[in-house]
């Protein structure tokens, strides 16, 4: 659900798209390709592996003029536009390149019922010091172009309050008039059409360096609202413009401990009445309280409508989304948001908020196009983090939530299913393309585990990985000699580590695990044939500990106190007597001959950074080991890491990976996400061990930041597969 996500991380995905391929030679002895050399080109189709969803959608909005069109917004992942004919969604922020990787992040979204084709976003993933500023993208043709107006202000969605909104709203007095809410700088204005922005004159919260801002806008006849989620209290929460100049406390508004954030807004123009939820903290996480209430806007006159709980629940919840159906007075859905123990629900009225319905009560699920969302058990639940809601203005009877994994919509009120074909917004942190066996890779994903893909194009048959089920996976290796043994590592519900004999299809716990593993579950790795374990340990805050070794598959661990404490263990992929580490801290390779009973250091003097810096071993070589330095470069060693030399093709190396070598070629193809060129970080593939580099993405298809891990085909030359941050999973293959 993407609740701890804090790395940097129009074509459809799913479907063929094309990328120009650009071939730059790097002569050896020459640190850079020559200025202004013409590059060769081919061409390269990108598509994404298939899993569905995996994110948290923060919202989901229909067009109110136009059937059909309906567009959605992710913590991490870009946007998407509904293609109604396809019946999928289309990825709108692929562009976006390694330096813009903070603008991921989709903070709000705006749509024009009176121009159709325009569409307005506020990106911005972190509103920390950290992070650069937001921007603002705005098209007139549904996001197949852009033109884009940078900030000075930062936005946060991927911060608390991510789900409320929307922050950003077309005028309806003008169109050329947007608002935007944001987090720590009050309340913006542009009369442009969102090519530059102001501050709003006569807006009176007081900007604050923390807390939640303006949480959301909405329209209600020509009247324009704004949430305020800082006044605490009683203090007032909901402001109101009449004439787009003078802001006032909207008056007779819910006040108290109960209602002092308003989450989302929804106006029902039929009985000209305004639904706001409300709960005690923004969410997703941490509410425990909640309300609903609505404002006749003619009078002035507030009602709570908050739903009664039939199942006489003492669990404790907040509001979220609401929608109201623009065909049928009265007729509104709201959801609870943060219900843990009863799981969430919506709660559907057709008298203006008299009496509730739950629509959990007779849900009736079909998961079978995304198994993984039964998490493990029998069947799925209703679900969690939902605050996103939309309700289709041209069908009553459609209503589409989003939940921290995914989207579910109903045509009957009854029978639900994922409406998520095409957008994929899982955080990859582990690849393995098999050399053998019926699956091409396994997958391991923050919050989601490990999958076995035995197709690319389908969500995996068999779901997670159970036995035991992980929150988010921190390893994931196999045994190159014996590639049926695959171990795994990551946030268990019963162990922290698992290993397959079958390839990754099935999974058994570790019969025991060290005490460290509980808190700090981090990297691990097997040696050749699959004998011997070794599994490192990071705390989620960065705390180090001593690596252990098992040598009976996890009945049984030893401390490793020479293996440098928190290092990634690489596996030699011909000698299951050798192991190896990286110590970033002190730039020093560790190697061991003994099957990982103890390490002694050799090369020295390396890059030292962060602790991101990737060793690799060559497939099938004893030795041959390459070291990603970030922007310190690619180095290797031919002798099992008593020295190393710089590649001095590659300017910067941040990811690099292994797949099948190209005909003739006597070695294996390499895969790198880095830069062999000024100002260009860039997806890579080597045919002839480093010394030339071709690009395969192109400017339509970077997706952020992408530095964490890829790796190629063994058995498909110039298949890669390579991970993202809210992308899911590109795989890329020469047309």
Known sequence: ???????????????????????????????????????????????????????????????????????????????????RRAARWVPLLDHLGWDDWNLLGVEAMAVDPAHPDRLYLALGTYAQPWAGNGAVLRSADRGATWQRTDLTVKLGANEDGRGTGERLLVDPRDSDTLW?????????????????????????????????????????????????????????????TVDGITWSPVPGQPGGASAEVPIRAAYDRHTRELYVTYADAPGPNGQTDGSVHKLATGTGTWTDVTPAAPDGSADTFGYGGVAVDARRPGTVVVSTNNRWAAVDTLYRTTDGGRTWTSLKDHAVFDVSETPYLTWGEDRPKFGWWIQALALDPYDSRHIVYGTGATLYGTRDLTHWAPEIRGLEETSVTQLVSPPTGAAHLLSGSRDIGVMYHERLTASPSRGMATNPVFGSATGLAQAARRPAYVVRAGWGDHGNGACSTDGGRTWTPFATQPAIAEDAPGPIATNADGSVLLWSFVHWDGTRHPAHRSADNGTTWTEVTSFPQGATPVADPADPARFYAYDTGTGTLYASTDGGLTFTARASGLPAGDGQYELVAAPGRSGDLWLSTKENGLYRSTDGGAAFRRITSCRACHTLGFGKAADGAAYPALYQVGS????????????????????????????????????????????????????????????
């Open 1 to 83: 659900m993407h609740a701890s996500r804090l790395s940097r991380r129009a074509v459809l995905a799913g479907t063929a798209a094309t990328a120009a391929l650009t071939a730059v030679p790097l002569p050896a002895g020459h640190a850079h390709a020559a200025e202004g050399a013409t590059p060769a080109t081919t061409a390269y189709r990108w598509r994404n592996v298939v899993i569905g969803g995996t994110g948290f959608v923060t919202g989901v909005l229909f067009h109110p003029s136009v059937r059909g069109l309906a567009y959605a917004r992710t913590d991490i992942g870009g946007a998407y536009r509904w293609d």
């Open 180 to 240: 935007l809410g944001t987090r720590h700088d009050g309340l913006l204005k542009s009369t442009d059409r969102g090519a530059s922005w102001a501050p709003a004159t006569g807006f009176p919260p007081a900007p604050t360096a923390t807390g939640q801002g303006v949480t959301l806008l909405v329209a209600a006849g020509r009247a324009v609202y704004a949430g305020w989620g800082d006044g605490g209290g009683t203090a007032p929460n909901l402001f109101r």
């Open 676 to 735: 062999v060129q000024p100002g260009l970080t860039a997806v890579y593939r080597s045919d002839d061990e480093a010394r030339s580099w071709t690009r395969i993405n192109d400017d339509a298809h970077q997706w952020g930041w992408t530095g964490e891990t890829i790796t190629g085909d063994p058995r498909v030359h110039g298949r890669v597969y390579l991970a993202t941050n809210g992308r899911g999973i590109q795989y890329g293959e020469p047309v």
